[in-house]
């Protein structure tokens, strides 16, 4: 693998240590204690341990650096060029659920810009990373998006609407509009994973309103690395830690979004 920063290996190394809570969590999760943070939206002690352990990590070898993370907020709010952007555990009512499909995403950015992010995957074991210039990795073997041409041969995924969603008409009528076109929709709970699944080809696209930052972040570089297409619609509506976003392999892009702004 080529991805050398300094950035993606501290990245590399916290996921690895944070995994092993995660998987020994996942094992237990009988023993989860769990609180409501919304209408359908939970965190669980597993959340909160995963993320302390993430961020006595990368702050052991930058204190002063920025970090927006779901569960704790923004720490070191003044350094705005170099920051972490964390999602502790991406898909959290899979995890508590005991589905498998959830992961660590974490990604850096300076001068606000992704540079390099990782998603990992601790119980299939496999861990996305890419870095800017540098290419989009799945373990150590490059990925590429998708060849998909054909609007209506493509599988496509997406998720929401949240419980609290006060747009949930919009999103199930673009559902809709997106189902009739495409050959598959899919809705697997967990952005992160989703998004690095059109990285390495699984998907031709992906499409989300209403995510947060730490949602994305990481999945922002590795589809750009891996050859696709990464938008934000409706982004004057956005404010800057909450995205509608819009990936593709880029051949589908425009019909896509073409469909969700039907
Ligand atoms: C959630 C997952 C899910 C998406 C939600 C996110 P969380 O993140 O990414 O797929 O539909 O909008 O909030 O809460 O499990 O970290
Ligand atoms: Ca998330
Ligand atoms: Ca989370």
Redesign the pocket.
């Known amino acids: 693998m080529r991805l050398n920063s300094p950035q993606i290996n501290l990245i590399i190394k916290a996921c690895m240590k944070a995994s092993r809570s995660v998987i020994r969590d996942f094992g237990e999760i009988e023993n989860l204690q769990v609180s409501s943070k919304g209408p359908g ?1 939970f965190v669980t002690s597993a ?1 909160k341990r995963t993320e302390k352990i993430l961020i006595e990590e990368l702050q052991k070898a930058h204190p002063e650096y920025g970090i927006i993370t ?1 569960e704790t907020g923004i720490i070191n709010k003044s350094n705005t060029k170099n920051r972490w952007i964390i ?1 502790p ?7 508590m659920n005991g589905i498998p499909q ?1 992961a660590i995403s974490i990604g850096y950015e300076e001068d606000n810009e992704i540079k390099c992010g990782v998603i990992f995957n601790p119980i299939s074991n496999e861990m996305f990373c890419a870095e800017k210039g540098n290419g989009a990795y799945l373990n150590n073997t490059r990925i590429r998006v998708s060849k998909q041409k054909i609007i209506s041969d493509a599988i496509v995924v997406t ?2 609407p ?1 419980g609290a969603s006060k747009i949930k008409d919009k999103i199930f009528s673009e559902y809709i509009n997106v189902s009739k076109s495409v050959a598959n929709v899919r809705k ?5 994973l ?1 998004i690095a699944y059109v990285a390495c080809g699984r998907f031709d696209g992906y499409w ?1 309103r ?3 930052y ?2 994305i972040a990481a999945g922002i570089i590795l589809v750009k690395e891996a050859g696709g297409f990464v938008d934000f619609f409706e982004e004057e509506k956005n404010l800057p830690l909450k995205k509608n976003i819009l990936v593709t392999n880029s051949l589908i892009h425009e019909e896509l979004r073409g469909l969700i702004n039907k």
Do not use: H, R
């Open positions: 939206d959340d779901e999602d555990i991406d898909g959290t009512f899979n995890f959830f998720g929401g949240k697997f709970g967990s952005a992160a989703d989300q209403e995510l947060s730490w949602d």
